[in-house]
């Protein structure tokens, strides 16, 4: 058993930062890559960025240089800064890991968290 789950969403006015966290637990054998979506009403879900093991990562670019993702490899964790929100940033924004559980080293899923509403408005 695999659990994604994010947290750090909420109202923020446009302008303005936010700092969303991430954390895979259970029975992990190796997290590869890790990542964020977002989904806005009516709309397709969209890369937002993602971070491999070795630390490289890509952003969209809707949000290069306002958005930066990092990762704790020790915790298992990645994370979203945001700043500069624009109301069209405003989505639910998914976490996914791409990983090896301990029962099957050689296989690789994605799992996905439940979701964090962010809503950019003054």
């Known amino acids: 058993q695999v659990q994604v789950v994010e947290s750090g969403g909420g109202l923020v006015q446009p302008g303005g930062s936010l700092r969303l966290s991430c954390a895979a637990s259970?029975?992990?054998?190796?997290?590869?890559?890790m990542g964020w979506y977002r989904q806005a009403p009516g709309k397709q879900r969209e890369l937002v960025a993602f971070i491999t093991s070795g630390g490289g990562t890509n952003n969209a670019d809707s949000v290069k240089g306002r958005f930066t993702i990092s990762r704790d490899t020790v915790e298992n964790a990645v994370y979203l800064q945001m700043n500069s929100l624009k109301p069209e940033d405003t989505a639910v924004y998914y976490c996914?890991?791409?990983?090896?559980?301990?029962?099957?080293?050689?296989?690789?899923?994605?799992?996905w968290g439940q979701g964090t509403q962010v809503t950019v408005s003054s």
């Open positions: 259970g029975s992990i054998f190796t997290i590869y890559t």
């Open positions: 996914n890991a791409d990983l090896a559980t301990k029962s099957n080293t050689r296989l690789t899923y994605r799992y």
